[in-house]
C-alpha cells in the first residue's frame, strides 16, 4: 500500500486540484437544481404543496437555530423540510385530491408517503439524514404517529421540527372548503398538542420566535399571510 509520504507534497495542487473544485462545484449545483426540481414537482402534482413546503424549509432554520443546532446539520433539515411530501407524487389523484374524508383504505394508502418520500431522497448522494427526517415527519412524541411508532427522542430532531411547522402552516392555510386559522389560534393548537403530538421543545423554540418572525418569513418566501394555500 502507497503511503500518504509516498505522493509529492503538492500532488492535488494545481490543475488537478482546481478539477476536483469544479466538479464538486458542479455536483453540489446539480443536487440544487433537483432538490429545486422536485419542489416544483410538487407543486404541478399538488397545488400549494411546494409553497407550502418553501415556508416550511424557512421556519426549520429558524427553529434549528433558536434551539441551537449545529449549522452543518442546517442543509439536511431544509432540505427535509422542502421535500418531506416529495412522496405524494406517489398517491393517486383520487386519493390526494379527494374532498371527503378518506375510507380506512385510502388514508393507509395515503400514510405511505413518508415511506416514498424516503425512498426518493435517498437515492440522492448526500441526503441521507434529510431522507431520515423525511421518513419520520409523522411520527408524534407520544409514539401514536406512523411510519415507526417511534417515540420522544427516538423521532430524529429534523422530522419533530418538520412535524411542528407543518401542521402550524396547515392549519394557517386556506383550503377551498375552509379559510385558514389566525396565527394565535394555531399556536394555541399546537400548545394544546404540546407532550402528545409534538415535541414540547421544539413547540417551546417555535412559539419564541413565531409571532417576531411570521411576516419575514411569507416576505422571504414571497407569499403572504392572507392568501397562504
Ligand atoms: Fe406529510
Redesign the pocket.
Known amino acids: 500500500m502507497i503511503s500518504r509520504s509516498e505522493f509529492p507534497t503538492d500532488f492535488l495542487t494545481g490543475a488537478t486540484w482546481l478539477r476536483v473544485k469544479e466538479l464538486e462545484g458542479q455536483q453540489e449545483s446539480l443536487l440544487k437544481s433537483v432538490i429545486c426540481a422536485f419542489n416544483q414537482l410538487l407543486d404541478l402534482r399538488d397545488l400549494g404543496t411546494g409553497i407550502h413546503s418553501t415556508r416550511l424549509a424557512e421556519w426549520a432554520v429558524r427553529i434549528a437555530r433558536k434551539m441551537g443546532l449545529p449549522e452543518t446539520d442546517l442543509y439536511q433539515l431544509e432540505v427535509a423540510a422542502l421535500l ?2 416529495i412522496g ?1 407524487i406517489g398517491i393517486p389523484d383520487s386519493i390526494l385530491k379527494k374532498e371527503g374524508k378518506l375510507s380506512d383504505e385510502e388514508r393507509a394508502l395515503m400514510n405511505k ?2 415511506e416514498y ?1 424516503w425512498s426518493i431522497l435517498r437515492l440522492l448522494a448526500g441526503l441521507d439524514k434529510a431522507s431520515l427526517y423525511a421518513l419520520h ?2 411520527e408524534s412524541y407520544d409514539g401514536s404517529g406512523y411510519p415507526g411508532g417511534l417515540k420522544g427522542t427516538e423521532i430524529p430532531i429534523g422530522s419533530r421540527i418538520v412535524s411542528v411547522i ?1 401542521a402550524y402552516d396547515a392549519m394557517i392555510s386556506n383550503r377551498c372548503y375552509r379559510k385558514g386559522l389566525a396565527h394565535q389560534e394555531a399556536v394555541q393548537r399546537l400548545l394544546s398538542s404540546s407532550g402528545t403530538q409534538f415535541d414540547p421543545g421544539v413547540v417551546q423554540a417555535f412559539v419564541e420566535i413565531a409571532e417576531a418572525e411570521v411576516a419575514d418569513v411569507f416576505a422571504a418566501t414571497g407569499t403572504s399571510p392572507s392568501i397562504a394555500i
Open positions: 418531506h411530501d405524494k408517503h413518508p418520500s415527519h409523522h407543518d
